[in-house]
């Protein structure tokens, strides 16, 4: 028996949320490999000044319900951002293609691999990627961000 909630996630949670979120961008098949073997290639709650993939999770994450046996169900606004330096058009069209394939990965949440700490993706929902100049680094780099909903369980 479930019990609605609505309080924001413990720090501990926010942290294995992270935790849990780069093992499963490390393992999408959509992400390009050179990224994968890059030391700052795919990173949480940050960007580095080069080519790279993000994985920011946005304030408001909250418990959505619990359960007695100390189980819960969550909910998590995050974005997976795009960092590169397309110099045409054809590039900057890959480069959000990427994001998009990625994005559409994680909306299948079937075929997900299992998570660490008994954590269960039930739900993911993407909205549409789109295009944003990174205005900090002046490299003339693109960031592609796709926003999205994830509710994950913990039996």
């Known amino acids: 028996m479930s019990e609605e909630v609505k309080e924001q996630l413990s720090k501990q949670e926010y942290d294995k949320v992270g935790e849990m979120l780069l093992e499963l961008i490390k393992a999408c098949p959509k992400v390009p490999e050179d990224l994968k073997d890059k030391e700052e290639g795919i990173l949480y709650q940050s960007m580095s000044t080069g080519r790279c993939l993000g994985i920011i999770t946005l304030p408001g994450a909250k418990y959505v319900s619990k359960n007695v046996l100390g189980g819960f169900t969550a909910q998590v606004n995050l974005q997976i951002a795009y960092k590169s330096l397309p110099t045409t058009n054809n590039q900057r069209i ?22 660490t700490g008994g954590r269960t993706v039930t739900k ?18 693109v960031v592609f961000v796709a926003p999205a909903v994830m509710e994950y369980e913990v039996e």
């Open 94 to 115: 890959d480069a959000q293609n990427t994001v998009d394939q990625i994005m559409g990965w994680l909306e299948d949440v079937k075929g997900l691999p299992s998570l």
């Open 124 to 141: 993911i929902t993407a909205s549409s990627s789109f295009a944003s100049k990174d205005e900090v680094s002046n490299d003339k780099s």
